[in-house]
C-alpha cells in the first residue's frame, strides 16, 4: 500500500511552489520509506531561530518566500513509528523517490544531501544518494571545509 501525506504535512505544503508540491506528492506515492514534510515555507522569525540554533546556515533559505510568493524548499523526514527520525538510511529511500518524482515530472530538484542537482546523479537508488552524500562529503574535506550535509532539504533548483 502506498503511503499518503497526513493533515500536517500537507499544512507545511501551504504557500510552497506548486511545481515542488508535485513532486512532493509523487515522491510519497511511490516511495519505500515513509515521510512526512517537517517544514515548507517560514516566516522570518522561524528562520532565524533555526540559524541560531546551527539547524540552518543562511537567512536567505529557499524555504522563505521567494520573488514569485512561494517557498521553494521542503524537510522530508523519515516517518519510523510513528515518529518523524533524522536517520541516514531511512533518508536514503526518500531522496531515492524524489529524484525518480522529480524525473517523471520534469522538476529540477537541488537535494541539500550532497548540495547537487539530484539531475547529476545518474541513479535513482538508495545506493545512489549514499555514493552522492559520500562524495560531497569527500570534496569538501578535500578543499579543508566543513561538509553541510541536509539529506531532508530538496529544493527548486535555480
Do not use: C
Request: hydrophobic share 45%; glycine share 10%; net charge positive.
Amino acid at each position: 500500500m502506498p503511503y499518503v501525506l497526513g493533515a500536517k504535512s500537507r499544512a507545511e505544503l501551504k504557500g510552497v511552489h506548486p511545481d515542488l508540491v508535485r513532486v512532493v506528492e509523487r515522491a510519497i506515492q511511490i516511495t519505500t520509506q515513509d515521510f512526512s514534510v517537517h517544514d515548507g515555507l517560514r516566516t522570518a522569525e522561524e528562520q532565524k531561530a533555526l540559524v541560531a540554533s546551527g539547524a540552518s546556515q543562511t537567512m536567505n533559505s529557499m524555504h522563505r518566500p521567494q520573488a514569485d510568493g512561494f517557498g521553494h524548499a521542503v524537510d522530508l523526514v523519515p516517518f519510523i513509528n510513528g515518529k518523524m527520525r533524522w536517520e541516514w538510511p531511512a533518508i536514503y529511500p526518500i531522496a531515492a523517490a524524489v529524484w525518480q518524482a522529480s524525473r517523471e515530472l520534469g522538476v529540477s530538484i537541488r537535494w541539500g544531501g550532497a548540495w547537487i542537482n539530484m539531475a547529476d546523479i545518474k541513479t535513482g537508488t538508495p545506493g545512489a544518494m549514499k555514493s552522492a552524500v559520500d562524495a560531497y562529503g569527500a570534496a569538501r574535506r578535500r578543499l579543508g571545509k566543513a561538509a553541510f550535509t541536509d539529506g531532508p532539504h530538496f529544493e527548486l533548483a535555480r
